[in-house]
């Protein structure tokens, strides 16, 4: 079965995991920036986002996946609003590169006014990469979105205040070209009720297991969700997105709802941005 992993950290894995993913039908990855477990510089930054578009899409080439990023300064060092304007003034250099998908992971770590205001912020970048784009009936409102919810007992209040930042930009940001990420039961249909796609994470210690996920497709709907494994330098598995599609199939779902999930939901979603390759397809034409 093919798959696409919509979040994961590469930059924190080694080529054996690479090797993993491409021997389980991992066809292509999308790594969002993320805290690398210490705060940077916003020289730092630079370094890092280069090694995102330049360094790990020659890695991933070699077992024959697509590696797309997505550029931003993480929640966790939104803080400080010095840095944070230094950080953001390099983001409209990286995002016309070739493998990237758009702005991310942004969102709230614990849902400070600095950090909202910081979200807002890349919220505006992306409306503003898609006015430097030609004019015409095609042209999308804002470059796509990725976002990271809150952990544990900051997530309700952090998803709200997530959804209430979103609608105040209004008819300017489309909910179809935003990814809401780590939804868990209490947050899940806040989130695809109001338009948005949804990203399970199955992470050990703190978010979602196999189980579980599986669960609330079966209780939310396959619609809209996507399943990623978040992997990085933490307690984190490359092969968890996986360990939920064999969860889904012991249950019995057929082929086609795993294929839905897995991979064309994710190939919808990201294939909005042409620069993504990867398209939709049909059990017959495996």
């Known amino acids: 079965m093919l798959l696409i992993d919509p979040h994961i950290h590469m930059v924190s894995r080694t080529m054996a995991d690479y090797e993993a993913l491409a021997l389980s039908g991992v066809v292509a990855v ?18 890092y986002f280069r090694h995102l578009t330049e360094f790990e899409p020659r890695r991933a080439a ?15 060092e939104a803080q400080d609003l010095g840095k944070a304007r230094e ?16 702005i991310g992971e942004i969102g709230l770590n614990k849902n400070t006014a600095n950090e909202a205001k910081v979200f807002e912020q890349h919220v505006q970048l992306a409306i503003d990469w898609a006015a430097r784009r030609p004019h015409g009936p095609n042209r999308p409102r804002h470059a796509l979105i990725l976002i990271h919810t809150p952990h544990l007992e900051d997530k309700l209040k952090g998803t709200r205040m997530i959804l209430d930042m979103l609608k105040g930009f209004g008819s300017a940001i489309d909910p179809a070209r ?21 990203g399970m994470t199955i992470y050990p210690v703190s978010k979602a297991t196999p189980q579980r996920a599986v ?11 996507v399943v990623n494994a978040a992997a990085d330098w933490g307690v984190s598995e ?9 969860e889904a199939k012991l249950r019995g779902h057929p082929r086609e709802l795993l294929l839905k999930v897995f991979h064309n939901n994710p190939a919808e979603f990201f294939g909005q941005s042409d620069r993504f390759k990867p398209r939709p397809v049909q059990i017959q034409d495996l």
């Open 62 to 76: 070699q077992v024959g996946i697509d590696h797309y990023c997505w550029i931003c300064l993480n929640p966790k």
């Open 215 to 225: 669960d609330m497709i079966e209780t939310c709907g396959p619609e809209r969700l």
């Open 30 to 47: 999308s790594e969002p920036a993320f805290w690398a477990g210490f705060d940077r510089s916003p020289a730092g930054f630079h370094d």
């Open 87 to 102: 950080v953001l003034a390099q983001i409209p250099d990286f995002l016309d590169r070739p493998t990237v998908l758009g």
């Open 238 to 246: 490359p092969l968890n997105t996986h360990r939920t599609m064999l």
């Open 178 to 198: 935003i990814l809401i990420d780590h939804v868990e039961e209490h947050t899940i249909r806040l989130v695809k009720d109001r338009g948005y796609w949804a």
